[in-house]
């Protein structure tokens, strides 16, 4: 039976991934950070384990019981909304933290275990990652950089057979909107510079649900993925995971510009 460790699996999208690939006939070993949801998971059968991703000691704890590795997916990760100089320098750490050094982190401590099945590693990216847009600056950022060092590990690691294929998502059905739409919440306070906009703040933070795919046909679609050979580089899935890539590659910089200042407020002076 092979066997896939997943990150970030309380609900949407890693939830989906767990459900999918158990249904295929794997072992999964299913992580959250709360402690209900790895109650809930280990009652839906999975084997289910508490990790916060950010979490070394926890990291080095799981790493021990786990025998054989085939996939790892890290999927784990939250979207940071509002201006971008309103969350500052710690929002955007605490964002990077957690897209962006624990894929490198989770993947480290994997590495022995991959390399022994010659594996494979998932990055759950998105395509904001490729086409940015205002307030949401720290989480396109960060998904920029799951891009590339996704790169990066696909040539390092190929020397010992372990692959890379990273998914840019476009729009899934999750809890993705709500969540950011609390954090937005929090960034954007009346003193901001940016207040007068901040419907437009929230709508930034909605965009993931506009017109979804459902998370279980998404979870289909990647696992439909790993099964291909060679494993493609880049998989993209969902509402819009076309469509926005090319407009940011063949829209003319200054009418890209102008179409999302004029979709989120930023034509008038403020």
């Not at 950010?54 to 786990?66: H, S």
């Not at 894929?103 to 998105?126: D, E, K």
């Not at 493609?232 to 510009?257: E, I």
Request: proline share 6%.
């Amino acid at each position: 039976m092979p066997t896939v460790l997943i990150t970030g699996c309380s609900s949407g999208i890693g939830r989906a991934l767990a459900d999918a690939f158990r249904d295929a006939g794997y072992k999964v070993w299913a992580t959250a950070r709360k402690p209900d949801d790895v109650e809930r998971l280990s009652a839906a059968g999975f084997t289910a384990r508490q990790l916060d991703v950010n979490d070394n000691d926890a990291l080095n704890r799981l790493t021990e019981e786990i025998e054989t590795l085939d996939m790892l997916i890290n999927n784990a990760g939250y979207g940071a909304m509002g201006p971008l100089l309103d969350g500052g320098v710690d929002a955007m750490r605490q964002q990077f933290e957690t897209n962006v050094f624990a894929v490198v982190g989770v993947t480290r401590a994997l590495f022995p275990l991959l390399r022994r099945t010659r594996g494979l590693v998932v990055n759950i990216g998105s395509v904001s990652g490729v086409l940015v847009t205002p307030f949401a600056g720290a989480y396109c950022a960060s998904k920029a950089a799951v891009n590339a060092l996704s790169d990066a590990l696909r040539l390092e690691l190929a020397p010992f057979g372990v692959r890379v294929m990273e998914v840019q998502p476009g729009a899934i059905a999750s809890q993705f909107a709500s969540n950011a739409q609390r954090q937005a919440e929090q960034v954007l306070a009346a003193d901001s510079p940016w207040w007068p906009l901040r419907e437009h703040v929230q709508a930034r933070a909605r965009a993931s649900q506009d017109r979804p795919t459902s998370a279980a046909t998404f979870a289909q679609g990647v696992l439909a993925a790993t099964r291909k050979s060679p494993v493609p580089a880049v998989v993209r899935l969902g509402n819009g995971s076309t469509a926005l890539p090319l407009m940011a590659r063949l829209l003319p910089r200054r009418l890209l510009d102008w179409a999302l200042r004029k979709r989120f407020g930023l034509l008038r002076p403020l």
